[in-house]
Structure formats: structure tokens, C-alpha cells
């Protein structure tokens, strides 16, 4: 098992899309924290120098969390797409090892963006907190538990992406779904029923980062969030081996 | 034990039945060619028999085991198949050492089989830019991996130029002679493999037509020796004293049926008979693979051959 997942980690890395999505996931985070730390304090928008604003700022670390999802659709799609499943599972006949060693594969890839994003926050939130005359003890229990929040939500995110795309094998399909759902269909259904919001997969998100809600709605614990969300990418990876993943190679 | 074996295998696709009770075996050590025409169920076969189509019925084994029971099936068997490809953004290398990293194989082992297959110069290249062939070339290292003693090669000179198609013939002959490896390759193209196969499997329509030597095959296109000149039938009498029939479509030729072309020579050395013409006819190859797989709905030839009207033959 471990030979597979070192397999699909090896995949990931020897393609350049999973730079493209680092770099896209890190620029949103940079421009998070930048924007923040340049318009803290300025015209009612609020400072960063207060254990809020600390939090705030630190949280931009998570802010490419779609970027994540879409290397573990990519990881199983790209397979369809390229016709390289055939080698995979020619390699590996027993199709639930493949699945299950991208699962594994795509938590690593998530921790790999999560620890990234952490990194580029403190880069930029250091310096900048003490800029602004914030305090360096600002960076409390509180940012700890966030930053291990990230990282957590990124392999979280990865996986269902992952899983997500095994059900739909088609790449464009569950890239659009994916999207779809995280900047459309989730906030549509979180605006008309507020009480779900916190069972869907970004409500679980927001509980695993431990940030209050925007909208003032309650969240899950952050072990219930983190719980729901791999809740989740086993029922797609389930029913996903159960049906497309089964289907004949032709 | 054969190395491969196909019992009463069956598989729909929808309405379509594309094998339908197939079986046959290929014996360990001998280059078989799978032959017929394009949607034959070839690969569907192939396919089924390398564990990535569900069979509805029936099986297929290799070493007398299914493909998801074997345990390291790269060592086993390497398969050469349609519709695969590869990720343009991955180099060749890079796409061998995958396949080794979750075989279990040794990353040298990328390396090697890029020089085997004579693309040693482009191993750090992305496949984007590979040709054709050199796909097929990749695809071929893919197989020779886990340095298996069987190979399944679906239609594998698709994309060669006919350097690349020869490069592949004699490379097939070296892995059955030198590697005593089994090498079964399909092909819709007969010329393309004739010089290559010891044994032949014919299918259409899903069907079995025939399984058998090569040498079976052609012989059973046979059309008996011709010979001509201005006095040919002189030797009727000797020849049909040899126990060969004798036709005489035209004015100064025999074609003499059950009699090897030296007989023929030999009486007409003995009745010193001046011949302008004396050869073995033979039905052209592809000819015999076109009755053999052809609609038998369709008009008969201008020339039939009543041989190759039986259905299978009951040959191994």
C-alpha cells in the first residue's frame, strides 16, 4: 500500500499543474494578506493589530482551499482523460487500492498546500503585525489552532476533491461541479436554509479553521467539521468504487 | 498449462454482442497472431483478458489465473493497448518510474527498457512532443517493465512507419526466440503480422473462425501448381498416374492439384516437354483472411475456394 501511494504522490509531482495550483492558491493567500495588512486600521476597515484581526489575517492562509480541491479531481480525472488508468490499473488490478492510496496521496498533497499557505502567512503577517505596532503575542493558541485548522481543511478539501471526481471520472464535469458548488450552490443554500449551513462541506470547513461565522450562524465543532468533511469524501470514494470506478476500461 | 486462455468468453456492450463465445488457447513460447477485422471483438478480448472489462461470462486466464488475482501482474504479463496514453506533461522516464514505484520495481528499471525500445535520448522529454510511434515505442517499455514472459499486444503497429514496423517484427521474433517469452498480438491488417506469428486465432463478428499454425492457414490457400507451355498436356497421363488431378482451364496450362511443383518438374524433364511456366499457386494471404472473415452473405469470388468454406477447423 505504501509503494501505491508513493506512486500517486509521484504522479502529482512530476506535472507542472501542481505548481500552477500552488502558485494560484499561495497568490490568493498573498493578496489576502496583503490587502489586509495594507488597509488595516483604515476607513472602518478593521486592524489587524487586535486578536480578531490577528485571526483574520492568518486565516488568508486557507483562503485557496478550491485550489486543493481541484489537484484531487485532477489526480483521478486526469487519469480518464489521458487514458493513463489503464497503466494504473494494469499496475494495480484491485481498483480500491488505487482509490484508496489517492485518498492517502491527496491528504499528503493537502498538508503539503495547507503548510505552504501557513508559511507565506507568517511571512507576510509577521512583518506586517509588527508594521502596524501589533504585538507578536497576538500570535496565541488561538493562531496555532487555526493554522492546524489550514492545514487540516486543505487535505480535507483535497480528498473531496479526489472523491468527487472518481464519482464523475469526467474532468471538466467535476471541476465545474466543484466550483460550482464551493462559490455558487453552497452560499444559494446556506442564503435559503441557514440551519443546514453547517452540515455542508464549507460550513465544515469554517468549523475546522475554528473562525466564527461571518453570518453570524453557528458551526460544528472543529473535530465535528473535520469529521463531516472526511464523512463526505468516504461516502463519494464509497459509492464512487461501488460504480464509475468499476466500470469496464475500454 | 497455456499461457493464455480464453474459455466461452462473452461480453455485451449494450445491444451489441462483441465476443460471443470465444475460447481459445495460445501455448507458452509461441508468437500468436490475433487477427480480424476492425470490430471483431479483438480488444474487447484483449481487454477482458488483462482484468479492465468484465467478461459477462466465461473466462480468461493467464498461467491458468485471472489478471486481479496474479500478484505481480507487471512480471507476468505486459500488455501493448489501444486507447492508452499518457499524461503530455510527464516525462518518459517519469512515467516508467511511476509504473515501477507501485509495481515494486527498481527505478533502473525505467531507464533500461527506454534503451531497449531506442528512446534512451528523449527519456527527460514530455511526451507532448513525442510522435506516435514514439508513444508506441513508450507504450512497449511500459509492458517490458517487470520483464514479463508474456505479452499482449493490441494492434501495436498502429502510428509505425514501415521502418518502425519492421523494427517491431524483428523485436517481437527476438523477445519469442532469444526471451522465450509468449507473445500474442493482434492485428486487423494480416500482411502486417505473417512474417512475424507462428500461430494464428481469426475472429469476426465477435465469433472464433478459426484457430491454427500459419503454415495451416496458408496452406488451406493452396490452389495447386501451374504450369504452361505449348505441350502440356502430355503430361496429364504421368501426373494423374501419380495420383493428381488435372484441370485445363486454358489452351496450354494445367493446374495440378495434390502434386508438389518438383513432380510437376520431374514429368516434365521426363517427357521432355518444354515448359514457359511452372509455379505453386497460392491464394494471396489477405485473400484467405477476407473469406475467412467476410460477410458470408456476400456474392462469392470470381474463384472460390471450396477449403475455406468449412467453419472452424479442428485444429489443436
Known amino acids: 500500500m505504501i509503494r501505491l501511494v508513493k506512486a500517486e504522490l509521484q504522479k502529482v509531482f512530476t506535472t507542472r499543474m501542481v505548481w500552477g495550483m500552488l502558485a494560484l492558491s499561495l497568490g490568493f493567500t498573498a493578496i489576502g494578506l496583503v490587502a489586509l495588512s495594507l488597509l488595516s486600521g483604515m ?19 486557507g483562503v485557496g482551499l478550491v485550489f486543493a480541491f481541484v489537484i484531487g479531481t485532477l489526480l483521478i480525472t486526469g487519469e480518464y482523460r489521458f487514458q493513463t488508468i489503464t497503466h494504473t490499473f494494469l499496475v494495480t488490478p484491485r481498483r480500491q487500492r488505487v482509490v484508496a492510496a489517492k485518498l492517502v496521496a491527496c491528504a499528503g498533497v493537502g498538508l503539503f498546500f495547507g503548510a505552504a499557505g501557513i508559511a507565506l502567512a507568517f511571512a507576510v503577517g509577521v512583518p506586517a503585525l509588527l508594521i502596524k505596532g501589533g504585538s507578536l503575542s497576538l500570535i496565541d493558541g488561538d493562531v496555532v489552532r487555526l493554522c492546524a485548522g489550514v492545514v487540516a481543511a486543505m487535505a480535507l478539501y483535497t480528498i473531496l476533491g479526489l472523491a468527487l471526481g472518481s464519482l464523475l471520472r469526467n474532468q471538466v464535469a467535476a471541476i465545474v461541479v466543484g466550483i460550482g458548488w464551493v462559490y455558487v450552490l453552497e452560499n444559494l443554500l446556506v442564503a435559503l436554509l441557514p440551519s443546514v449551513g453547517k452540515w455542508l462541506p464549507g460550513g465544515a470547513a469554517q468549523a475546522v479553521y475554528g473562525v466564527s461565522s461571518p453570518l453570524g450562524g453557528d458551526y460544528l465543532p472543529a473535530w465535528g467539521g473535520a469529521a463531516l468533511l472526511v464523512g463526505y469524501a468516504l461516502l463519494f470514494a464509497v459509492v464512487a468504487s461501488a460504480t464509475t470506478i468499476r466500470r469496464d476500461i475500454t | 498449462m497455456a499461457a493464455i486462455e480464453i ?54 486466464l ?37 509504473l515501477c514505484t507501485a509495481a515494486g520495481l527498481p527505478a533502473a528499471r525505467a531507464d533500461q527498457t527506454l534503451g531497449q525500445v531506442g528512446l534512451a535520448d528523449v527519456a527527460g522529454k514530455r511526451v ?46 527476438f523477445l519469442a526466440d ?25 475472429i469476426a463478428k465477435g465469433r472464433l ?26 503430361l496429364r497421363p504421368r501426373l494423374e498416374a501419380a495420383g493428381a488431378t488435372v484441370e485445363c482451364p486454358e489452351s496450354g496450362v494445367l493446374l495440378v492439384h495434390g502434386a508438389q511443383p518438383e513432380t510437376v518438374g520431374q514429368a516434365a ?8 511456366e511452372l509455379v505453386r499457386q497460392r491464394s494471396d494471404l489477405e485473400q484467405v483472411f477476407l473469406e475467412l472473415t467476410g460477410d458470408p452473405a456476400a456474392p462469392p469470388g470470381p474463384d472460390p475456394v471450396p477449403a475455406l468454406t468449412e467453419t472452424p477447423g479442428g485444429t489443436s
Open chain 2, 209 to 234: 473462425i478459426r484457430q491454427g499454425t500459419l503454415a495451416e492457414l496458408t496452406s488451406n490457400g493452396d490452389r495447386g501448381v501451374r504450369v504452361s507451355g505449348p505441350e502440356v498436356e502430355r
Open chain 2, 178 to 202: 532469444d526471451q522465450g517469452c509468449t507473445v500474442l498480438v493482434s492485428s486487423h491488417v494480416l500482411a502486417e503480422v505473417e512474417q512475424t506469428v507462428d500461430d494464428v486465432v481469426i
Open chain 2, 62 to 98: 493467464i498461467n491458468g489465473r485471472g489478471y486481479t488475482d496474479l500478484a505481480a501482474p507487471l512480471s507476468e504479463v505486459g500488455a501493448v493497448l489501444e486507447a492508452t496514453s499518457f499524461h503530455p506533461g510527464r516525462t518518459a522516464r517519469n512515467h516508467l518510474r511511476v
Open chain 1, 43 to 61: 476607513q472602518g476597515a478593521p486592524p489587524i493589530t487586535d486578536p480578531d484581526g490577528v485571526k483574520n489575517l492568518f486565516s488568508q492562509a
Open chain 2, 128 to 173: 507532448a512532443g513525442f510522435s506516435l510511434g514514439m508513444r508506441q515505442r513508450l507504450a512497449l517499455a511500459t509492458a517490458l517493465l517487470g520483464e514479463p514472459k508474456i505479452l499482449i499486444l493490441d494492434e501495436p503497429a498502429n502510428g509505425l512507419d514501415p521502418a518502425g514496423i519492421q523494427w517491431l517484427r524483428g523485436f517481437l521474433r
Open chain 2, 269 to 276: 524433364l521426363d517427357e521432355l516437354v518444354v515448359l514457359s
Open chain 2, 7 to 60: 474459455r466461452n468468453l462473452s461480453k455485451s456492450f449494450g445491444a451489441v454482442r462483441a465476443v460471443d463465445d470465444v475460447s481459445f488457447t495460445v501455448e507458452a513460447g509461441t508468437v500468436t497472431g490475433f487477427l480480424g477485422p476492425n470490430g471483431a471483438g479483438k480488444t474487447t478480448t484483449l481487454r477482458s483478458l488483462l482484468g479492465l472489462v468484465t467478461p459477462d461470462s466465461g473466462e480468461a
